[in-house]
């Protein structure tokens, strides 16, 4: 199938395609990288009168290494992201979770905050905003605003922004010092959605657990976040009892049932998911298999630093 027909708005600047959203409403929809938004319109389960395209847009390419995180802009791609090594250095969780985005061409073209504002459950970088405690640019004619990630999704394919709003870039949030991240999905085939993941953060301190937290695809309505803390805090890494946290993830997500999977095999293969990434996360922490991580990651970086 083909889109229905819509008008294509080209602006050069954030303030001209606000002006077309304020013209527009609900019949304009930004258009960025376009790899979620085009096979919607391509079977016409959306068909809005006006795309605004901002690949016109200067300034909205660029990536941002700051002392609380990493800020992207609108237009960076998933694949710009994914070969920053500054980003990588700063925050492994980007590049952990990037590699399993679809496929090589979609990361290419795809942009990061088009997956963030998309909103879509099944999405990996929603999860990893939602864990990283970051946040949405978010600009109108009325002002701009910055949105916590808790706040941003509503629901599934649902977000707080308004009809005349555009998202302008997105931050995620550095964990503190002693953390180690990991990432884990299981998908039918290589590139698919996938039937359950799992994005974990643990930070070890003086041997001994301090803070672990998990955030799960494709398996709650929005990106939530679970707080293990309580449960594994003050407890070494070699001797935790990841059971016990896959029992509290199992309890805590609510997934639906599809034609590809059943509830109970999705919460089945997130109990499976959270004890791995967790226990790789816990390992990542200590300042050997940091290192080692680091260097394993560097010599498979397939692109400069953008």
Excluded at 103 to 115: A, M, W, Y
Aim: aromatic content about 4%.
């Amino acid at each position: 199938m083909k889109p229905s027909a819509f008008v294509h708005h080209a602006p050069h600047s954030v303030e001209e395609a606000l002006a077309v959203l304020v013209q527009f409403g609900h019949d304009g929809k930004v258009l960025a990288g376009g790899q979620s938004l085009i096979p919607i319109l391509n079977m016409r389960l959306a068909s809005p009168g006006h795309l605004v395209d901002i690949n016109r847009v200067a300034g909205l390419d660029t990536v941002e290494i700051t002392p609380d995180g990493v800020h992207i802009g609108a237009l960076v791609r998933h694949a710009q992201l994914e070969r920053h090594d500054g980003a990588f250095v700063h925050l492994p969780l980007l590049r952990q979770a990037l590699v399993n985005v679809a496929h090589p061409v979609i990361r290419n073209r795809g942009t990061t905050v088009g997956s963030i504002a998309h909103a879509d459950p099944s999405g990996e970088m929603p999860a990893v905003l939602a864990l990283t405690s970051g946040y949405v640019d978010v600009a109108s004619s009325r002002g701009n605003r910055t949105v916590a990630a808790k706040d941003f999704f509503l629901g599934p394919l649902e977000s707080c922004l308004a009809e005349d709003e555009m998202a302008t870039g997105a931050s995620f949030g550095r964990f503190p010092a002693g953390t180690g991240t990991a990432f884990a999905e299981s998908t039918r085939r290589h590139g698919d959605y996938a039937l359950a993941g799992v994005a974990a953060a643990v930070t070890v301190t003086d041997g001994v657990i301090t803070a672990a937290r998990a955030s799960f695809v494709s398996v709650t309505p929005t990106p939530d976040v679970l707080d293990l803390s309580d449960l594994l805090a003050g407890v070494a890494p070699q001797d935790c009892d990841w059971a016990q946290a896959s029992d509290m993830a199992i309890a805590h997500v609510d997934p639906d049932a599809d034609i590809h999977a059943s509830a109970d095999y999705r919460r089945m293969l997130v109990g499976v998911l959270v004890a791995r990434v967790l226990t790789e996360a816990a390992s990542n922490a200590t300042p050997t298999a940091a290192t080692d991580a680091t260097a394993s990651t560097a010599t498979n970086t397939t692109g400069p630093e953008s």
